[in-house]
């Protein structure tokens, strides 16, 4: 990797390991869960230990596959209905929403070519095309809407999570922005794990 790209990624990880401990802590405190609850804390725990950890290992192709299966069941268990209070409706599905979009970006990364020996394998074999004017082919990509657009969405909620807890500028704030402002150390985790996990969907790993 490029030294540039080096210097993202281990901001990135950074960014990651503040997330994981605060998540830690925040996770510890919490008392009376029932099984739901721990263990959507374990997967999101595996999901920001895996974020700071995927720049750094190149994994092959069975250990790849292996994961991104784990990820996409994941994201089904975020989706699925399976142990939740009653009465969660389509509020606690919103909530849980981001939770597996974030499994699907783990598990996109995982599946298609981004690992950093294929991406030095596109950009040689990018070097080596010519276009009839001979002038050199841009760098190869999957060409896929799934990457832009799971990012897309990741950080339109970064954006939503980080400025929730901020004052309103209107005099009279709804009860939901008061509430976030009570606990804007949640928001702002929520929101910088989205936005890592954004600009790591567009970076080669």
């Known amino acids: 990797m490029s030294t540039p790209l080096v210097l993202v990624h281990s901001m990135l990880t950074l960014l990651f390991v503040v997330v994981l401990l605060h998540g830690l802590a ?10 739901r609850v721990r263990a959507d804390q374990l997967l999101r725990t595996v999901m920001v230990v895996s974020m700071a950890a995927m720049p750094w290992i190149d994994l092959g192709a069975g250990p790849a596959a292996a994961a991104t299966g784990a990820f996409a069941v994941g994201a089904l268990w975020f989706l699925l209905p399976l142990g939740s209070p009653v009465g969660g409706g389509v509020a606690a599905l919103v909530h849980r ?8 970006a783990m598990a ?5 070519p981004h690992t950093a020996a294929a991406h030095e394998h596109l950009e ?4 080596h095309l010519t276009v009839p004017n001979g002038v050199a082919a841009a760098p190869l990509h999957d060409g896929s809407a799934g990457t832009p657009a ?4 990741l950080l339109a909620y970064a954006l939503w999570s980080l400025t929730r807890p901020m004052p309103s500028l209107r005099s009279a704030a709804s009860a939901a922005r008061r509430a976030a402002a009570a606990t804007p ?3 702002v985790g ?3 794990m989205a936005l890592g996990t ?3 969907l567009v970076l080669p790993h």
């Not at 925040?26 to 099984?35: H, K, P």
């Open 185 to 187: 150390a949640w928001h």
């Open 108 to 112: 996109w990364m995982l599946h298609g």
């Open 26 to 35: 925040r996770d510890v405190g919490t008392r009376g869960t029932g099984f």
């Open 97 to 104: 929403l981001p939770h597996a979009a974030g499994m699907v």
């Open 124 to 127: 040689a074999a990018a070097a």
């Open 190 to 192: 929520e929101g910088a």
């Open 150 to 153: 799971l990012a897309c969405g």
């Open 198 to 200: 954004a600009v790591m």
